[in-house]
């Protein structure tokens, strides 16, 4: 082998030699950079659970609920049947409930409640008895005399114990937070009341 042979070859494998080491140092690097970035994956969240996992965000199914309401030509209270979606805590419920026969007036019966009445606020409290805090207008807006006080009160007992029978006990009604010797001057409303 010449000498120039010999130099050729030296350069080819020196090159060689240059080009494993580069390989070698990507490679060596690749991997280095491979396992790190196992160390700082941030973990991708899991897919949401269906919502039937959150049976509170499930809308509950429509039940019928009695408003009771007047019968004019009878002059009686009748149940009225409607369907609501009532929620699942108890005192939004009873809210819904009342808040219904307030609003309700279907053709053929007569609402014994105001016209422009809203239900402030609902409460339970430990001995079962609810109480309805109704706006001022339930009493200045009121029609007056006997029965038609009567009627008023009847339909919103009636309708609350129908709804809520193990639930509700005694109803105590409220005009803007106080209590209330009466709606018209003819019942007593200062005490908690039931059904007879």
């Not at 000498?3 to 390989?23: E, H, M, N, P, Q």
């Not at 490679?27 to 950079?33: E, S």
């Not at 994956?41 to 949401?48: F, N």
Request: hydrophobic share 40%; proline share 10%; net charge negative.
């Amino acid at each position: 082998m010449t000498y120039k042979d010999r130099a050729g070859f030296s350069r080819l494998l020196v090159i060689w030699g240059i080009t494993l080491v580069a390989v070698a140092i990507c490679l060596g690097g690749t991997l280095y950079i491979i396992e790190r970035s196992k160390q700082t994956v941030i973990p991708v969240p899991p897919p949401p659970p269906p919502a039937a996992a959150y049976p509170s965000e499930v809308p509950p199914e429509p039940q019928e609920v009695n408003l009771f309401l007047l019968d004019p030509t009878a002059m009686m209270l009748v149940p009225v049947k409607t369907e609501r979606r009532l929620h699942r805590e108890l005192t939004q419920r009873l809210n819904q409930v009342v808040t219904a026969l307030i609003q309700e007036t279907p053709p053929n019966f007569r609402n014994t409640i105001p016209r422009g009445t809203e239900l402030n606020e609902v409460y339970i409290d430990s001995q079962q008895t609810a109480y309805l805090d109704f706006s001022s207008h339930l009493t200045d807006g009121h029609i007056g005399g006997t029965t038609a006080e009567f009627l008023t009160v009847t339909a919103i007992l009636r309708t609350v114990f129908d709804t809520f029978p193990d639930e509700v006990k005694q109803i105590q009604i409220l005009i803007d937070g106080k209590q209330i010797e009466t709606i018209a001057g003819h019942l007593n409303l200062s005490q908690p009341l039931r059904l007879p």
